[in-house]
């Protein structure tokens, strides 16, 4: 993709071949209408994307962070403590509060960890894909209409 005269020197300041004094001087003289900020901002939202595009292909920022990969040690230490509970309390005829209420706790649990698993460690990309028309042929007829 293009990228626009802000981006080229936002990444130029971030590389350090330009200050940011002298990026403000570049920008300071530059002027945009209401109309212009709004069209700006409906062309990212509103204009559907060409096919074969990729949105976004960044991994969410915490995805590899030590508090992430503590929280699923955690989540499959609790699963396995609450699971191997129910099934113990299966074996030892519990009454059916307390098993729902260990079988509750695991699947909480698990639920948790895919919530986690979704927000933190799955990457933000999207590629828009063309549809193609589904078109399903007429066949000929392979057989013979005998009249009796």
Do not use: C
């Not at 330009?18 to 990026?23: G, L």
């Not at 570049?26 to 901002?41: F, G, H, P, R």
């Not at 403590?81 to 074996?91: I, K, M, N, Q, R």
Request: no cysteine; glycine share 6%; hydrophobic share 45%.
């Amino acid at each position: 993709m293009a990228k626009d005269v802000i981006t080229d020197l936002l990444e130029r300041v971030v590389r350090g071949e330009v200050t940011i004094k002298d990026a403000r001087a570049a920008l300071s003289e530059s002027t945009l209408t209401e109309e212009q900020m709004e069209a700006a901002i409906d062309h990212g939202v509103f204009n559907p994307a060409e096919p074969g595009t990729v949105i976004s292909a960044s991994l969410a920022a915490s995805g590899a962070s030590y508090l992430t990969i503590f929280f699923f040690v955690w989540g499959v230490f609790w699963t396995l403590y609450w699971g191997a509970t129910t099934l113990y309390g299966l074996f030892n005829k519990w009454g059916q509060e307390q098993l729902s209420y260990h079988l509750a706790m695991a699947l909480t649990t698990l639920i948790m960890m895919g919530v986690i698993y979704l927000r933190f460690v799955i990457p933000d990309k999207i590629i828009v894909k063309e549809s193609m028309n589904k078109f399903v042929p007429e066949h000929p007829k392979d057989w013979k209409d005998y009249k009796i």
